[in-house]
């Protein structure tokens, strides 16, 4: 397999950790631009530069390019959230790059103004907070147009597993203290007691996914906005009760009333309706999908949780 140069935006997160990480293992050429206040993995070549200094920016990509020949295989933008950060890429890898795959969110959707499973073109869009500022860099892209830019925008759900946090509903979503607020026998508080509907997708995943995107057959695949999510439509409340099991612990649930958590908390109203999907669109590419089931991959987590804090128990399968 011919190793290719991959640019990565940002590189020492959560997902674009999991990206650079994946990439490298293949045998890549993996350069990544961060602020530089995390580690990035070992053997990629680190450009620091904030994406908010346009200058500086604009620096380490022109290092990142000179040392790459002139151009990137694949460029993944990981960490884009607002119309400026949509049109900095236009402008920096414009005629650059065979491949932008641009990570946006599927709270992009109106969470009151659903339908079932959401597509990406029967849809009415949320206009504030994360998901506006999402889905107004997906439109700057949109009218960029593809030719010059070949770009795919990935919408993906709850994405869980190693390097983050578990919980998928609020109050208590990405909380640390999750393990042993269960193993203590303590309820877990879930919006509604956790009947929304979600389609989780493991990491592992999603960061297939994108690398296998940027190998896609441009026709359908350029200029295209596609869902990503995890094979299984489950209850919110199946994603604890899965950790509960996994930790042979009983789960205790306190049902936190919806109506008075959309009042109180306008900010989450993206986690106040049910989130699954029709992937048709990322099938037609060809790529395979998430494939993880929910269970095999919460045990994936959890085991990485209690490696990284020492509480893995007496014969614990690690």
């Not at 206040?37 to 990509?61: I, S």
């Not at 441009?218 to 869902?227: K, R």
């Not at 990284?308 to 014969?315: A, D, H, N, V």
Request: charged content about 20%.
């Amino acid at each position: 397999m011919t190793s290719k140069n991959i640019f990565v935006i940002g590189g020492s997160g959560f997902l674009s950790g999991a990206i650079v990480k994946a990439a490298l293992h293949a045998g890549n050429s993996v350069y990544v631009v961060t602020r530089g206040q995390r580690p990035v993995a070992e053997g990629t070549r680190a450009l620091v530069a904030d994406r908010h200094d346009a200058k500086a920016f604009a620096a380490a990509v022109d290092e990142g390019l000179r040392a790459a020949g002139g151009r990137f295989d694949l460029v993944v933008d990981a960490i884009p959230f607002s119309p400026d950060d949509a049109r900095q890429d236009v402008e920096l890898f414009r005629g650059k790059t065979d491949r932008l795959v641009f990570v946006s969110t599927d709270f992009v959707y109106d969470p009151l103004r659903r339908r079932f499973p959401q597509t990406e073109d029967d849809a009415v869009y949320y206009l504030h907070g994360y998901g506006g500022g999402k889905r107004k860099a997906e439109e700057v892209l949109l009218a960029a147009g593809s030719n010059d830019l070949p770009w795919v925008v990935v919408r993906p759900g709850h994405i869980y597993g190693p390097g983050s946090q578990l919980g998928c509903l609020p109050p208590l979503g990405r909380d640390p203290g999750l393990i042993s607020r269960l193993r203590e026998g303590m309820p877990v508080e879930l919006l509604g007691g956790g009947h929304f509907l979600q389609q989780p997708v493991f990491v592992g995943d999603l960061v297939r996914v994108i690398l296998e995107l940027g190998d896609a057959p441009p026709d359908p695949t350029v200029g295209s906005i596609m869902n990503v999510a995890g094979p299984e439509i489950i209850e919110s409340v199946a994603y604890y009760r899965i950790i509960a099991e996994a930790l042979s612990v009983e789960l205790k649930i306190s049902e936190v009333p919806v109506a008075a958590y959309a009042r109180d908390n306008p900010d989450k109203a993206s986690f106040i309706c049910h989130r699954f999907y029709d992937l048709s669109r990322l099938a037609a590419t060809g790529v395979q999908l998430p494939s993880t089931s929910l269970a095999d991959g919460l045990r994936t987590h959890v085991q990485a949780l209690q490696r990284s804090t020492g509480q893995s128990e007496p014969g614990w399968p690690l």
